[in-house]
């Protein structure tokens, strides 16, 4: 077997060669994983919960299963981000509500992974409730990122993204509403995708058609992602949203060199301060897509309502999933929950009919606007990593914000225009933190989005800067 530094360092997608060919087995990587959480991850704290026992009796039924027909994965292991149930797995939410909570069943996503050969081995660190771009709470405390100790892994799939960028996971499972998957990709060098809606099938909880948030993966490189992807599509009775998996796989359009044809940048998508670093970096990257033979312009759809229209959706998104918490166990709730719940309990009709009108509005005219471009690029987050006892960016290019949230409005404006969306590393800062360039593709449209990007990622040259050990505060 090859050394365990080797394995650390290998891509998913070899890993699941491997794997096929029966050249390192389930147990060996679960071996490695432990071994590499027990050097790193107590200064990282990405993966609070673990759960091996559990894992090696899943690979041990999976092994007694054929070469080649043990799924997608084939014994890979996968943590899961701690808002989403495991059977038999301490699931807290990030909340001391939660603290003890022991689900007795998985959420069906959970299921439909382990049946394309994912080992669950680990819950990955969130903030209470997924609220906020910051990963901490109460429960683990904070998760720091590994590019430097001092600064934040952002939120909420925090966790997720510093265990692949400090190499104790090789995929990971996280979730994204107002950018949960994109913004800790981008701090941590990482690749995060936010999904189409009902790409990837889940347990619907408190609503029926619940859709600013979805489930989604995490990787190194934009193929690993895209194999995620494969493992975790599909549609499922129980998630009456859900869409079939398509005929060709995600991996077959990540590797397939399809080069878009015209693309825009945005610095800012006509919304939102952006740090002139961050946009001189971004702009950059996305500009080198002519190498590719693309047309690069400045350009972005019409999304001015998009702060009124997400604080309305979010804020009634919380009250229905989150009201009665507030009724009995306000004194165990953060701050920013209780805001969001409230914001939500005193909301009047006409609010939800406006906002619900202007997001149908900004859909139309994104869809018209890909009518035109392949893809739209932007800065994935607004400022770089930020240190990490700040529970938010207050502010940024001179500009105040209003409340906690506003500042992910580059984010948010896709997430209401339904568009999947990824987070590539496209950079550095002066100071040696990682950037993220947010490409964004038509609504179902991942396999362009995964072409495109893979066909990026190979121009910037940035694969395989992830594993890292560590580093201290800068």
Known sequence: MASNQGLVRATACALV????????TPLDLLDVLEQRIAEVDGKVNALPTLCFDRA???ATSLMQKPLGERGLLAGLPVPIKDLTDVAGVLTTQGSPIYRDTIPARSDLLV?????????IYAKSNTPEFGAGANTFNEVFGATRNPWDLARSAAGSSGGAAAALASGTAWLAHGSDMGGSLRNPASFCGVVGLRPSIGRVAHSPKFKIDRNLGVQGPMARNVED?????????????ADLLSLPSPPASFLSAARSGGRPR?????????ITPVDPEVVAITRKAAFRFAEAGAIVEEAHPDLREAHECFHVLRAFDFAISKAALLRDKRDQLKPEVIWNIEEGLKLKVEQLERAEAQRVAMAARALEFFASYDLLL???????PFPVEHRYVAEC???????YVEWLAIVYAIT????????????????GLPVGLQIVAPPRGEARLLAGAGVLEDILGLRGTTPIDPRPAR
């Open 378 to 384: 932007a800065p994935a987050t607004i400022v770089a």
């Open 262 to 270: 015209r693309v825009a940048y945005s610095p800012d998508l006509g």
């Open 111 to 119: 299921e439909h992974l382990e049946s394309n050969g994912g080992v």
């Open 225 to 237: 992602l895209a194999l995620l992807l494969d493992a975790m599509c599909g549609e499922h009775p």
């Open 17 to 24: 060669d491997k794997l096929n060919s029966g050249e390192v």
């Open 56 to 58: 090696r009796s899943h």
């Open 416 to 431: 209401l225009v339904c568009c999947p969306a990824l987070s590539l590393p496209c950079g550095f800062t002066a100071s």
């Open 397 to 403: 290019a001179g500009r105040k914000f209003d409340n």
